[in-house]
Structures are given as structure tokens and as C-alpha cells.
């Protein structure tokens, strides 16, 4: 039975892994190395199904369920995390207008983002409003039937190539969710370059000078921007970040132990040394129960529990601390050849890092899970 | 228990303080972003409705009593069986 469960939920996650494998791993250091992703790439991704994988088939994406995505996303994790990070955005911010969109709306947008012929990207981070995003500066003056946008948005992943950006803003105190067309007069965007990890993200400043956006492109109630809609999307990112850090301590893995089976020294491989098998044995429990959490985050949003939210933010802060650490042992037990460009280690330890903060920083996922640990989740599991 | 029953034990397993039916728990600070989208779950999955975009409205989530005359609402509109 738990073969075939298996078998059944596998069909993605395998065709991922020989897209993966053939199109985008190759080419994950060449991304990292030059700050780029690929424009073809991005048109491979929409044609083979992966950027609407989990949106539904009724708008023309995959219909995946979390069970089904989760692996997926594993699977680009695996390769390059700057793809994941492009899976991550486009679907969070489509979830959002799919969850809060008016059926005008869906009309509008859904198709084009369920193919990945239009590219969505999530404005929310600014220069002085992170992980307070109630504190966001941007203004939405109400004008003639739409709003007037002013303000800086920075960080904003894939915003050099996206065609559409959900901004959030604040118009008499109420924050607000809009889409802002990337042809909007007013709308300047400049590549921010140099990032730590997932450098191959077309990470993006957005400077909105008086940019006029109909009251048609409002995503949601006029206060609930912040309260639901960003914090769905940032659900939907957490997910796909938790998945996606799996597969890089999975990657880690592949690596540590072909390595430590070559390497000799002492005249045994250092598979043989008890501090590398140690290494070894704690990024397998890393993997494990990483993944375990990932999946029964996937059980529970498939099922749409209360607790999937939480259960979600648990898996996306253990699966980024272990891949952390896992991959900071990597580079460790690789010694001088873990910080040479000729061993990817050194990206996941960056890329990992990254996972630690988006959507989330490890010190708000401390205080809010704390919260509900007094839930006492236990008792009902 | 009543709808306003249930909302009442739900919040209350979740929050530290006592409630009045009528407390903002967002603007009292009581809950964080995750309870938020944990509260709409539980509305969708204990009475059956289907919350949709309109309805995410902070007005209808913010407290025991505006959550009981939403879902009253909603039941009242044939959305419940």
C-alpha cells in the first residue's frame, strides 16, 4: 500500500527531477556565477508546466496538490535554487489572486499565469519596512476611480523580468493589494546585484513615482492587503521555501558523500573517520525529518486544516536551520576544495542562508511558533 | 454549543487573555499573522462556508462577535448545508 501511495504521488516529483536534471542543474552555476536567469529557461519552465504546476486546471495549470507539489519543489531545490526562487514568487503571488481576486480578475490574470506566459512577482519588503510589513511606506492616494502609488519597494525576486507585480500599499492607514502592470508610467525598476545566495534571482528595486493603478487591480478587501493576502502568499512562499531547502540538504548530501567516499586520507577514505561519518549521519537525520515535516505540512494544507499555516512556518524554519547547518558542515568536510567554485557546497551554504530569511526570518518564526506551541498542538495530532 | 459558542472556544484556546465578544483581537495585538490565516481555516472547516475573496475583510474576522455575524450571514445566504 505505501508503495503504490508512493508510485501514485511520485509522477510529479520524477518528472521534475529529469527536468531538473537535464535542463536546469546544469546550468545552476553558470546562473550563479553570472546573476542571471536565463530568459529561455523561464520560457521552458512555462511550457513544461512547472510555473502553474500547483494553480488549477480549470485556468490551464497542473492542479497539484501540496502532496504532489511538495517533491517538486524538492526536486528544483535539488538543482538550483534560483529556479525554485522563481517557482516560489510567481506561484505565491497567483495564490494570493486566486484566493482574493474577483472572478473578473481571474479572468483577466489567471490564464497567462497559470502557462507562465506572464510572470508575477511580489512587491511587499521596502527599505524601512522588513519583517514589520505593517510599517510599509508606500502610498495608495485614492484618484479618479484608482489609486496613485509612490514609494520604493526592494527585493523583489524576479521583478527584472516580471510582467506583473503585487504591490502592497498603504492608502488612510489601510493596507491595500494591487497589480501593477509592468508598462505603468511612473514605474522605474533597477536590478539589484551582489546578493549573498540565490543570486540568480533577478532580485529588483522598484521606484513608483505617482503611478496610477485602476481600482480594478485592488486584490482584496481595501484592509486586508497585509492581514490576508500577504499573508497568504507568504504561506504559499513558506511551503515552497520549506520543499525547497530540503532539496538542497539533499543536494548537500549528493555531494558529501561521493566526496567522502573518494577522498583519501590516512590512507582510508575519510568516509572511514568517525567526525565525517558523524557529518554524514547528521545530515541524513536532517534530510529525514525535514522532509517529514514538509509532507505533513502538505497533509494538512491538501486537507485545508487551521493548523496547516503553522504546521507550514514549523517545516519552513527547521528545513532552512537544518539545510543551514548541513550545508555549513559541507563545505566543512569538503575542507579547501568546499570553498573552491569547482564544488557547488559553498552555493548551497549562500543559498541556504537566503532560505533562512525570506519569507520569514528565523527570529519571527521563533516568536510566532512559540505562539503555537501554547496551542498545544500535540494534543490533537 | 451555538456558533458564537464555538468561535468563543476556539479563540480562547488560542489567545492568552480573557475576551469580550466584541474585542478587536488584531488591534489588541493577540494574534499574529499566522493565527489569522488559522482563523479562516477553522471558519471554513467547523461551519462548512466557503469564505471567498470579499469576504476576507478584517471587519468580518476581528472578533467573536463580527466572526458569529458572518457566519450567521453566510448561513443565512444558503452557503451552509
Known sequence: MIDEAVSESSTAADRARRFVGEMVEPLAEKIDREQHFSGQLVGALGEQGWLGAALPAQWGGGGLDPVDYGPVLEEFGWGCASAR???????????AVLRYGNEEQKQLYMPGLASGRSIIAFALTEPDAGSDANAIGMSAVEDAGGYILSGEKIWCSFGCIADLFLVFASCNGKPLALIVERDSP????????????????????LRLDGVRVSAANRIGAANAGIRFVANTALDHGRFSVACGTVGIIRACLDTCTVYAARRQQGGAPISQHQLVRRTLTDGLVAYTTARALCERAARLRAAGDPRAAAETALAKYHSAEAAIRVANDAVALLGANGCSPEFPVSRYLRDATVSGIIEGTREIHQISLASYALQRPWTDA | MDVR????????ANVTQILDDDDDIFELGLVDSLFGLQLVSFVEQEFRVEVDGDDLDIDNFCSIAAIDRFIIGKMGAGSAP
Open chain 2, 5 to 12: 459558542d464555538r468561535i468563543r472556544s476556539y479563540i480562547g
Open chain 1, 85 to 95: 526562487t522563481l517557482l516560489t514568487v510567481h506561484n505565491m503571488a497567483a495564490q
Open chain 1, 186 to 205: 511612473g514605474l522605474e525598476i533597477e536590478r539589484m546585484t551582489d546578493a549573498f545566495g540565490t543570486r540568480g534571482s533577478e532580485l529588483a528595486r
